[in-house]
T-cell receptor
Framework: DQQVKQNSPSLSVQEGRISILNCDYT??????FLWYKKYPAEGPTFLIS?????DKNEDGRFTVFLNKSAKHLSLHIVPSQPGDSAVYFC?????????????FGQGTRLTINP | DGGITQSPKYLFRKEGQNVTLSCEQN?????MYWYRQDPGQGLRLIYY???????QKGDIAEGYSVSREKKESFPLTVTSAQKNPTAFYLC?????????????FGPGTRLTVT
């Protein structure tokens, strides 16, 4: 039962254009959402997050949008840069069995082409 | 220099041997987590600990064991009972408190069992 899904395993975008990464979830109990960026053979690093009471959060080139009715969130990167090439994971937070846990999507590999 | 250390970066073992992965943190975080990442999959939770001397099974705990004798340390033992131990293992921590959701990840250990 995949509660958090990233349906695009990979995405290729030209440098300078907008990258849009998508994530869908099924559990209405999720109350906070996070995006992580991961380079090969390294641990994920936190990128940006959004509370379920908001629909948008912006930080520099990164914006996350949340559509609660559709149970969908997206990460926009504009303009895209070569250093943005990485795997991006969305994660959803909920209290499960008395503990705060993150449930991760499968990841989307973003490649920025010069 | 604050952070999370995982050692070693690469680990090789023969099938049938137990192996222990190290995770140390000096962030003074109460909660610690172990995940594994397999190609094309998201991060899956193995074990977590919210406080010293207490830990709980995650989604894929079979074949693994942990201990939490000190706040700073959360070692993971991969036993011979784990059927597919070859994977990238990630340790994470989280601060306690209301409104704190972000987990911080270590650099990971790649375990190869042959």
């Amino acid at each position: 039962d995949q509660q958090v899904k990233q349906n695009s395993p990979s995405l290729s975008v030209q440098e300078g254009r907008i990258s849009i990464l998508n994530c869908d979830y099924t559990n209405s109990m999720f109350d906070y959402f996070l995006w992580y960026k991961k380079y090969p053979a390294e641990g994920p690093t936190f990128l940006i997050s959004i509370s379920s009471i908001k629909d948008k959060n912006e930080d520099g080139r990164f914006t996350v949008f949340l559509n609660k009715s559709a149970k969908h969130l997206s990460l926009h990167i504009v303009p895209s840069q070569p250093g943005d090439s990485a795997v991006y994971f969305c994660a959803a937070s909920a209290i499960i069995q008395g503990a705060q846990k993150l449930v991760f999507g499968q990841g989307t590999r973003l490649t920025i082409n010069p | 220099d604050g952070g999370i250390t995982q050692s070693p970066k690469y680990l090789f073992r023969k099938e049938g041997q137990n192996v222990t992965l190290s995770c140390e943190q000096n962030l003074n975080h109460d909660a610690m987590y172990w995940y594994r990442q397999d190609p094309g999959q998201g991060l899956r939770l193995i074990y977590y600990s919210q406080i010293v001397n207490d830990f709980q099974k995650g989604d894929i705990a079979e074949g693994y064991s942990v201990s939490r004798e000190k706040k700073e340390s959360f070692p993971l033992t991969v036993t011979s009972a784990q059927k597919n131990p070859t994977a990238f293992y990630l340790c994470a921590t989280k601060a306690s408190g209301t409104g704190l959701y972000e987990q911080y990840f270590g650099p990971g250990t790649r375990l190869t069992v042959t």
